[in-house]
């Protein structure tokens, strides 16, 4: 009878530690003095591995003055992109600064407290390529994509961009087979095989796009931008006063200029207005 009369008392008490758990970020992080931060380990130059096998860019560099702000120091960590875009991280990591769109779906997991730069998404083709010129001709062509991202979302049309729910996106295309990756990189290095043997084409960041052309010739981007996408930093849902912190902290960044510089460093422009 014990075991049975203390089994909901048990999952109670999980419950109440876990809510408070989950709304005293702010909190841990200060009696840690440690910012812990999620992002991609390959998608240049927002994040990548350096000569110094070091994870150094723009995400990362945004992450660092963060961290700063707080007083705390910082410690990155990269799990796949689909365990960093489905939430629910239970305290693991405090805060993705890791180029995010804020879709419809995400916001059921996560909170939004800032926006630091905006995107364009674009097509990539092979440079061989002459048959795919517009985002029309993606029409039952075979796409890759970053796995559990916006552009998957988008090639399935079924992508909803949080705060502009009264601007449907333009779907130029029919049926687009969406062909979803871990990582870039692999991505990149099927398309580079010519168009159809892997690849028809992939959709990316026009930042992340012109990155990659400028030191591989075997690329291209074709046509005009798809879409736009602002990118925010997120946090785990439910935890406003360290949404309030960030978001003051994000504020902060862009007033003082540091957000500018950091993208002037690595995008050769402000992208952060």
Known sequence: MKSFSLLPLSIALLGACTSAFAGSTLDRVESKAELTGVLMENYPPFSFLNDQNQLD????????????KL??????????????????WNGRYDICVCSMTPSKARAEVFDFPAQYYQSPAVIV??????????GKDL???KVGVISASTYE?????????????DKPLNYPFTSVQAAPYDNETVAFQDL???????????????????ERIASDPRFK?????????????????????????VAQVVSELKADGTLAKISEKWIGADITQ
């Open 71 to 88: 007083g705390v120091k910082l410690k990155l960590e990269t799990p796949s992109w689909d365990v960093i875009a489905a939430g629910r």
């Open 153 to 165: 979302a988008y090639l399935n049309k079924d992508l909803v961009i949080e705060g502009a729910e």
């Open 192 to 210: 580079a095989l010519g168009t159809g043997v892997r690849l028809d084409a992939m959709v990316t960041n026009l930042i992340t796009a012109k």
């Open 139 to 141: 029409s039952g062509k």
């Open 221 to 245: 981007i074709a046509g005009e931008t798809l879409y736009a996408e602002p990118n925010v930093v997120a946090v785990e849902k439910g935890d406003p006063r360290w949404s309030e912190k």
């Open 57 to 68: 860019g723009f995400d990362v560099d945004v992450a660092k003055a963060v961290a700063k």
């Open 125 to 134: 083709v092979n440079a061989k390529d002459g048959a795919i010129n517009a």
